[in-house]
């Protein structure tokens, strides 16, 4: 069984890379290039498998996983210039591949033991544009 | 791996109409979808492709290549047309979200590596939403 959660934040990003020339990052990164950043409300949808308790019926207590993503995610990113105040963004470009790949890091610590393990991160940074990251594996389904 | 999913939406009409049914039973099957003048949705289309992290970029895909070529082979064709009347493959064929989500996949497909030359990334999915409750999916490796 899958159950998934979602939190939002609000952060500001510049997608350039250093390996790249100007011209390049132009043509790869267009207008999320521009030098000083913009914004997007970023959405995350953050899936967790495992059997429900026999008990609880739950498969994880929602309240404790609500903590863990406000700690691990809306604390660190939200309101935040992404390039600027949230490693490793000063040397990683915050794309939302990226993003969904420094998220998974952050949580899974969080799953190992138990019931339930993570099985998918999904950041969207618009309506029209999302990232699905499932630990290195293929995502399925 | 990662995958990436674009969102793009066209406006297009359609009549559901199959040339190998009687008109009963044509509008049997499909109801109001076989009203003779047709009509018209706002079809919303996700294209999902999977590969690894360019390291240079963070990219998996270059959002800019999939929207010249879902523009190309979707958009254009299909936007602000009539299915059965306007696109080839709907002469004869019932432009049902299924056959369109198949021909939607199928373009993209056959055109995926004049785009995106290499390895990755690879064409998974493409999911097409006639009316927010009507949904559906194909996955790249069902097809031609």
Redesign the interface.
């Known amino acids: 069984m899958v159950v998934t959660r979602r939190v939002e934040f609000s952060a500001s990003h510049v997608c350039r890379s250093p390996e790249l020339s100007e011209e390049e990052n132009r043509r790869l990164f267009g207008a999320a290039a521009n030098p000083h950043g913009h914004g997007h409300n970023y959405v995350v949808d953050v899936s967790l498998e495992g059997d429900p308790d026999p008990v609880t019926g739950m498969v994880l207590d929602l309240k404790e996983l609500k903590e863990i993503l406000n700690r691990e995610i809306v604390e660190p990113y939200d309101h935040r210039f992404l390039n600027y105040e949230v490693p490793p963004f000063d040397h990683v470009v915050p794309t939302a591949e990226n993003i969904a790949q420094d998220i998974w890091k952050r949580l899974e610590p969080h799953f190992l033991n138990g019931r339930r393990r993570l099985r998918s991160v999904r950041v969207y940074e618009t309506p029209d544009l999302f990232v699905d990251f499932c630990g290195g594996q293929p995502c399925f389904g | 791996?990662?995958?990436?999913?674009?969102?793009?939406v066209f406006a297009a009409s359609h009549r559901l109409h199959s040339p190998e049914l009687s008109e009963e039973e044509n509008r049997h099957v499909y109801g109001k979808c076989n009203r003779p003048y047709g009509h018209g949705h706002n079809y919303e289309v996700e294209v999902s492709a999977?590969g690894p992290?360019d390291a240079?970029?963070?990219?998996?895909l270059?959002?800019?290549s999939l929207d010249q070529l879902v523009r190309e082979q979707v958009l254009e064709p299909f936007g602000y047309r009539n299915l059965n009347a306007d696109v080839e493959a709907f002469r004869g064929v019932a432009p049902t979200s299924e056959n369109l989500g198949v021909e939607i996949c199928r373009r993209l497909k056959q055109n995926w590596n004049a785009a995106f030359p290499g390895e990755w990334p690879r064409l998974e999915k493409v999911r097409i939403a006639e009316t927010p409750r009507n949904i559906f999916e194909i996955r790249a490796d069902e097809i031609e």
């Open positions: 791996m990662f995958r990436v999913t674009r969102r793009y999977g992290v240079a970029t963070g990219q998996a270059d959002v800019a």
